[in-house]
């Protein structure tokens, strides 16, 4: 549930960010993540997006 801790990856979304790549979806979150705004966040943010994508790999299989 959303709210609940951890957000739930529709599988909609999920099939969109596989489309793209790893890296490329690594890529993008690392750049996104070194702009001065998110900054101060980029340390847990990264991880995040890193279990993100293995989340993504397993809601699709």
């Known amino acids: 549930m959303v709210g609940e801790g951890?957000?739930?990856l529709?599988?909609?979304c999920c099939g969109e960010l596989?489309?793209?790549?790893k890296d490329c979806y690594l890529g993008i979150a690392?750049?996104?993540l070194s702009s001065y705004e998110y900054i101060n966040i980029a340390s847990k943010a990264i991880p995040k997006s890193k279990q993100t994508w293995n989340d993504c790999i397993h809601a699709c299989n």
Do not use: T
Not at 18 to 21: A, D, E, Q, R, V
């Open 6 to 8: 951890k957000p739930v």
């Open 10 to 12: 529709l599988a909609e």
């Open 30 to 32: 690392q750049i996104i």
């Open 18 to 21: 596989l489309k793209i790549g």
